[in-house]
């Protein structure tokens, strides 16, 4: 036999063996865990599906809420399979979502109600981003062996933590508007233009009349301030800027209703 038959033979026998290895191997499958990538996608959309039902918004914010659900970015790490069985799974991981630039903004300009959420967040906050820890969830594995369904444990704060986050980054501005400290003194002005009127035309009353309407006027008085606030409160500077316009709106619209009252013009 010649030398460039026996190298035609060996060659179709090299390339012969080496095929049929290559074509016989099968895609290795990763055994189902919770930190299997398919399963991560899973839970971070189960949570997202979670967050958008937890908090109810005005319909005019609602698609801006729902784009901002689906936006925030969400990592889960420290995933560990607690329980294994054939198809199921049980889970706990850390969850991370790093929060919006609104809500950066909220932090600088209005730090009490950014302060606030990250209290009722009930995560950890660091470097703009908020954490969860210990959240419990379990998996299942469809027949088809793709589909993955999750069932998060009543007890996550997360997803409502989720949805606290979206809520206030769709309403920073109004929040930011609500919360200028220049509205204070206009609102107090308010209050005072209509404080007056109404004692104004309480004094005009016949002195008689004033004494039958002293227990009523009383009465007012004290559904006033439990319905809006005492007055003074507003002068509290450990309150936001919200809360202390707040009072003053409630004290004026039931000041002018009174006003309309002892008027006759109601």
């Known amino acids: 036999m010649n030398l460039k038959l026996i190298a035609v033979v060996l060659c179709v026998g090299f ?7 290559f074509f016989d191997s099968k895609e290795e499958v990763q ?27 005005a319909g005019s914010e609602l698609t ?55 209290a009722e967040s009930r995560a950890l906050y660091k470097v703009d981003t908020l954490r969860w820890n210990n959240v419990s969830y379990a998996l299942r594995l469809a ?24 809520k206030l980054a769709v309403s920073a501005d109004s929040i930011i508007k609500n919360n200028d400290p220049t509205k204070i003194n206009a609102y107090k002005n308010q209050y005072e233009i209509e404080d ?15 004494s039958s309407m002293k227990d009523e006027q009383v009465s007012w008085v004290w559904s006033k301030q439990e319905q809006c606030g005492d007055i003074s409160r507003a002068n509290n500077t450990n309150l936001s800027v919200s809360e202390r316009v707040g009072i003053y709106q409630c004290q004026t619209a039931m000041t002018v209703d009174r006003i309309k009252y002892l008027g006759g013009y109601k």
């Open 15 to 21: 390339s012969g063996t080496a095929s049929a290895g």
């Open 64 to 118: 801006q809420f729902q784009n901002k659900v689906l936006t925030i970015p969400v990592m889960p790490s420290d995933i560990t399979t607690t329980e294994q069985g054939k198809n199921t799974v049980r889970c706990v991981a850390s969850v991370s979502a790093t929060l919006p630039t609104e809500l950066k903004e909220l932090s600088v300009k209005t730090p009490d109600v950014f302060s606030n959420f990250i």
């Open 143 to 166: 027949d088809n062996e793709k589909d993955i369904s999750v069932s998060l444990d009543d007890i996550s704060n997360m997803p409502m933590g989720l949805a606290k986050t979206a």
């Open 196 to 210: 007056a009127k109404l004692n104004k035309i309480w004094k005009a009353i016949p002195a008689s009349f004033r």
């Open 31 to 57: 055994p189902f865990k919770c930190g299997r990538e398919d399963a991560t996608v899973a839970l971070i959309n189960a949570l997202r599906d979670a967050a958008l039902a937890k908090v109810s918004v």
